[in-house]
Each structure stands twice: as C-alpha cells, then as structure tokens.
C-alpha cells in the first residue's frame, strides 16, 4: 500500500533525495566508493559541500556578510551556542512553544533573559502579540514555526536595532525570508531537508566575536567559518542528502513556487477542518496557523473517536499523524516533499469517517 507520511521529524524527504542517496551509498560520484568511506576531505565531497553552500545561498538569497554552516549537535545544540557567542548581558525571547522554553532556558546560563511574550498560560495556542523589544538586549530570538502546537510566524519580525536569531527548523525553504534583517537562522535538518544529523546555521560574520567571554573551540562559531563547517568531520551523509533536497528545490522553482504549494496545502487541510462537525483546529487564532504542522482534534462530542481515527487512517496508508502528546488529537505534518495526493487522501478519510459516525 502507498503510504502517505505526515510524521513531524524526522519525515518526509523527496523521492529524488532519498533515490541519490541511496546510490551515493553503493557509489558515490563515480568513486566505486560509498560516500559513507569517502574522506571529508576528498575533492568529491568539497565540492558537495560547496554546492549545497551555494544553493541555501541561491534559494534564500541571502545577501554578502553571511556565512552558511553545517553543524552536528541539532537544533537544540543551537540553544546554547547562540547565547555562548552573543549574549553579553541580555537577551529578549518570545515564548511561542516547546521549543522555545528549551531555548530560553539555555540562554539564561548565560545571562539575563527577558520573556517578552508567552502564550504558555494558553497552552501556546497562539502567537503572543503587541509585545516590545527592550533597546538594550544583545538579541531577540523567536521560533518561526512551533511544530509542537502548529502555530507560526510566516513573516520577518521588526525589532529595529536589536539583532534577530529565529529558529527555523520546521519551516526553512516554505517562505522567502528576508535574511538581511537576521543575525543568525538556524535549522536542525529533519523537518524540511535532510536525514537527522545536520544543522543549517546563517551567521552573519560581523555578529561574532563581541562576547567577553571564552568560547570552546567546537562552539565557537567562527571556527567552523573559518574552517568551511570543515573544522572536524562534518556530518557527511545528511550533508550529501541535503544537497539533493537543495537541487530538488531549485528545479521545482525556488522557494517561491514551493510556498504556494504549501500554502495551497494547508489550506485544503484546515478548509476540510473547518467545515467538518467532528475536527476541529486547536490554534485559536486562523492568522496563526502553521502551513507546516497542522493541529486539530475531535470536537467534544466525539473526542472518545481519537484512537479509532488513528487507526482508520493506517488502512489508508496514513502515518504520523498522532498528535504531539503535549497537545492530543493529530498532527498532519505537510512538509515541502509531502504532494498534495496526501493531503487529498487524508481529507477523504476524514469524511469517510465522520459519515460512518
Ligand atoms: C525539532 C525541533 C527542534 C529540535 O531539533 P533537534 O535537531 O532534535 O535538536 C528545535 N526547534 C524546532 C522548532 C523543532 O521543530
């Protein structure tokens, strides 16, 4: 039976990723080698990594001043290296979701942490609003896409002077971003790109090095821009993955094109959602809603018919779609590679279903 893969990360990769993969693994760019024996160091896999460089440049148009890096250690390794090299006294964040609670409480090891907003009292089912960042803090970091609660933020917030960090593991490459207004853009690979392993960080070179305090070499982030995310091994199968995402992106149209499917997607989910008598979304607010993970649960009435529909939707062939155990009901990750097949056959399961009912 197809299968229609909504699992939140790691999760769907394309068709065109996971097939060059899977040849790279017999013989890598005619090496009569794996890539996974092949040096780092080979002028084969440089120029891998120099071409996935060059394309998460291309497709996010991201302007001069910028380093792209391919670093281990997650996304949540990121909630301590950001602070490590740019908090000084103070740092302002926004507290949309899991995620960024995990975040807020690494930075606080080094410094002062002002929460400007947080919608935890309300389960984060919506983005907290009308809040200001103070002047004097050395960033502000929010999380663009809370895959947990399946709210985001598809736009660039405006915080003037103050350095931007966002979080972009779950939605990097379904939008245009406008890159010149961040500091940092980190995304754990899982979500929208690659096999776990790899983080994508954009830096930007003038960002670095104002911090008094001494950074470990691994996480020091100019060491791994000096070095070309070449310092120490660098995680080379997911960097070799990400590489065949990052060309299916670009024949696809650039991220542009991407977005409009994901948008047009997520509409037909949350349409499905909203005119059924039995789902219902969880995210109060409809400018909220994520285009990337979309939340709902059965409305009071037939909340004991969760694990049934679960059930009834693995007939279909549908996975991943239990929701995050944080939140209840489902989750229906619709990542760029998922095609809108999917999404079709999840939508007729839920009627099929709430007819039966
Ligand atoms: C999955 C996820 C993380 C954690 O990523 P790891 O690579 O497992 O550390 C962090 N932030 C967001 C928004 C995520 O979706």
Redesign the pocket.
């Known amino acids: 039976m197809k299968k229609h893969n909504f699992y939140a990360?790691p999760s769907i990769l394309s068709q065109y990723t996971i097939k060059n993969t899977a040849d790279a693994i017999l013989n890598f760019a005619d090496t009569g080698l794996s890539v996974l024996e092949v040096s780092h160091r080979s002028k084969e896999f440089q120029a891998v990594m120099d071409e996935a460089t060059a394309l998460v440049k291309e497709l996010l148009e991201i302007p001069e001043g910028y380093s792209v890096l391919f670093l281990g250690g997650?996304?949540?390794?990121q909630f301590c290296m950001v602070p490590y090299n740019l908090l000084n006294r103070k740092a302002a964040y926004l507290e949309t979701g899991t995620?960024a609670t995990n975040a807020i409480k690494e930075a606080r090891l080094f410094g002062e942490v002002d929460v400007v907003a947080s919608s935890k009292d309300a389960n984060f089912t919506f983005i907290p609003k009308g809040y200001t960042v103070p002047e004097d803090v050395d960033y502000f970091h929010f999380?663009s896409?809370?895959?947990i609660y399946g709210t985001e933020m598809r736009y660039d917030p405006d915080c003037g002077n103050v350095r931007l960090v966002a979080?972009m593991?779950?939605d990097i490459f379904s939008r245009p971003v406008d890159v010149s207004k961040y500091d940092i853009i980190y995304a754990?690979a899982?979500?929208n790109l690659a096999p776990?392993g790899v983080?994508i960080v954009i830096v930007r070179d003038e960002a670095l090095g104002h911090v008094e305090r001494q950074i470990p070499t691994m996480l020091d982030y100019r060491t791994h821009v000096k070095k070309g995310s070449m310092f120490n091994t660098p995680p080379v199968l997911p960097i070799f993955s990400a590489l065949q995402t990052l060309r299916y992106y670009k024949e696809l149209g650039g991220i542009r094109e991407i977005e409009k499917m994901d948008v047009a997607k997520a509409g037909r989910l949350y349409d499905a959602i909203d005119s059924s008598r039995m789902f219902e979304g969880t995210v109060t607010d409809p400018a909220d809603r994520s285009i990337m993970n979309v939340c709902f649960v059965m409305t009071p009435e037939y909340k004991e018919l969760e694990k049934d529909f679960v059930d009834f939707c693995s007939t279909k062939g549908i996975v991943g779609i239990k929701g995050h155990r944080s939140v209840g009901g489902f989750r229906a990750s619709l990542y760029n590679a998922l095609p809108m097949e999917s999404v079709e056959v999840l939508v007729a399961a839920m009627k099929e279903f709430e007819s039966k009912h």
């Open positions: 990360g997650g996304a949540s390794m995620w999380t896409n809370n895959t979080d593991s779950s754990g899982q979500k776990a983080t």
